[in-house]
């Protein structure tokens, strides 16, 4: 059991470390992803390089590699003693191959659309209310980075007020982490000259 274990950890992380910014660029576009837009291979600097078909893939493609691994001991009926931390350990694996890619030199994204799915895993209901904090806000500031900031300190919260302690430790950690990923998007947006996407109230005024 505990080799068996192992092997769905290692297989966990390496599904996250899957670089779909990457894959998707260099396969469909002949674009190395990393060399354009802000560099990063997530689903942001991917629709803004290669547009919006190739973004919405990478944001599925990084969202289904969390809900995945986080279902890994439900397939492979594996646990530490409780279920519920099973799926948050699975799922933390493939956030830390998200952002730390064995494939990628151990960079990688900002853990955002990983971790997104490992909550949709864990509590669907959950992943529902936080993708519609994520759209409200990013409506109304056209800023992604806002957005998924917002949105991780709304899971937290939620979290608390369910009294579901074990998702709010991992949220909460996850959070510290995001705004750390995000710590230039942070000093942008203090300065008012964060990158604005072309969607929403924000975009629409600066641009009329």
Do not use: W
């Amino acid at each position: 059991m505990i080799l068996k274990i192992a092997a769905l950890l290692i297989i966990a992380y390496l599904l996250g470390s899957i670089p779909s910014g990457i894959l998707i660029g260099e396969k469909f576009f002949n674009v190395d992803i990393r060399k354009h837009g802000s560099g990063n291979i997530g689903t942001t600097n991917t629709f803004r390089v290669l547009g919006p078909i190739a973004g919405t893939v990478v944001l599925f493609m990084d969202i289904a590699k969390g809900a995945l691994s986080a279902a890994l001991p439900l397939i492979f009926q594996v646990n530490f003693g409780s279920i519920h931390l099973t799926e948050l350990i699975f799922g933390l694996c493939a956030v830390a191959g998200h952002t730390f890619s064995i494939f990628d030199r151990f960079k990688g994204g900002k853990a955002v659309a990983t971790s997104a799915g490992m909550l949709l895993t864990y509590n669907p209901i959950l992943f529902i209310l936080a993708t519609a904090v994520l759209l409200l806000v990013l409506y109304l500031s056209s800023m992604v980075s806002l957005a998924s900031l917002c949105t991780f300190i709304f899971v937290s919260i939620v979290s608390l007020l369910i009294k579901d302690y074990l998702l709010a430790t991992i949220a909460i950690i996850l959070t510290l982490f995001v705004f750390y990923r995000h710590r230039k998007n942070i000093q942008r947006i203090r300065a008012g000259d964060e990158r604005l996407v072309h969607f929403g109230i924000n975009y629409n005024r600066n641009h009329h």
